[in-house]
T-cell receptor
Framework: DQQVKQNSPSLSVQEGRISILNCDYT??????FLWYKKYPAEGPTFLIS?????DKNEDGRFTVFLNKSAKHLSLHIVPSQPGDSAVYFC???????????FGQGTRLTINP | NAGVTQTPKFRILKIGQSMTLQCTQDMNHNYMYWYRQDPGMGLKLIYYSVGAGITDKGEVPNGYNVSRSTTEDFPLRLELAAPSQTSVYFC?????????FGPGTRLLVL
């Protein structure tokens, strides 16, 4: 039972354009969501998060949107840069939970 | 401040051998986690710990054991290696906001 799903295994975007990565979840108890970025041969690094009391959170070029009714979140990267090429994981947790549930990841490639 | 460190970086094991993957964090975090990542898949939780002396199973604990004798260290033990345990293993520790990951151990069981 995949509680967090990233349905696009890969995404290719032109440098300077917007990258949009999507994530769906099924567990209505999830109330905290995170995005991680992973380069080859490295561990995932935290990128941005959002609590269910918000529908948007921005940090520089990165914005995460949360649509609770659709159980959907998205990560927008504007403008996309070559260094953004990586695998992006979304993750979710429920209040008081000690664990994160991860999606399968989306490989983003930024083309010059 | 080194964060989360893991050793070894890479290891080849024969079927039936045993080994311990080491994980250390210097951030004084109580929560620590072990994940495995298979190709094209997300991170699957193997075991986690909420503090020294306390461990609990995650999603895929079979074939693994852990211990947590100190806040800093959270080793993962494979007793009888099987080809299905070929994977990349990540250790993490946690603050209230997020988890911090080590660089990973790539394990190949042949």
């Amino acid at each position: 039972d995949q509680q967090v799903k990233q349905n696009s295994p890969s995404l290719s975007v032109q440098e300077g354009r917007i990258s949009i990565l999507n994530c769906d979840y099924t567990n209505s108890m999830f109330d905290y969501f995170l995005w991680y970025k992973k380069y080859p041969a490295e561990g995932p690094t935290f990128l941005i998060s959002i609590s269910s009391i918000k529908d948007k959170n921005e940090d520089g070029r990165f914005t995460v949107f949360l649509n609770k009714s659709a159980k959907h979140l998205s990560l927008h990267i504007v403008p996309s840069q070559p260094g953004d090429s990586a695998v992006y994981f979304c993750a979710a947790s429920a209040q008081g939970a000690q664990k994160l549930v991860f999606g399968q990841g989306t490989r983003l490639t930024i083309n010059p | 401040n080194a964060g989360v460190t893991q050793t070894p970086k890479f290891r080849i094991l024969k079927i039936g051998q045993s080994m311990t993957l080491q994980c250390t964090q210097d951030m004084n975090h109580n929560y620590m986690y072990w994940y495995r990542q298979d190709p094209g898949m997300g991170l699957k939780l193997i075991y986690y710990s909420v503090g020294a002396g306390i461990t609990d199973k995650g999603e895929v604990p079979n074939g693994y054991n852990v211990s947590r004798s100190t806040t800093e260290d959270f080793p993962l033990r494979l007793e009888l290696a099987a080809p299905s345990q070929t994977s990349v293993y990540f250790c993490a520790s946690r603050t209230q906001e997020t988890q911090y990951f080590g660089p990973g151990t790539r394990l190949l069981v042949l």
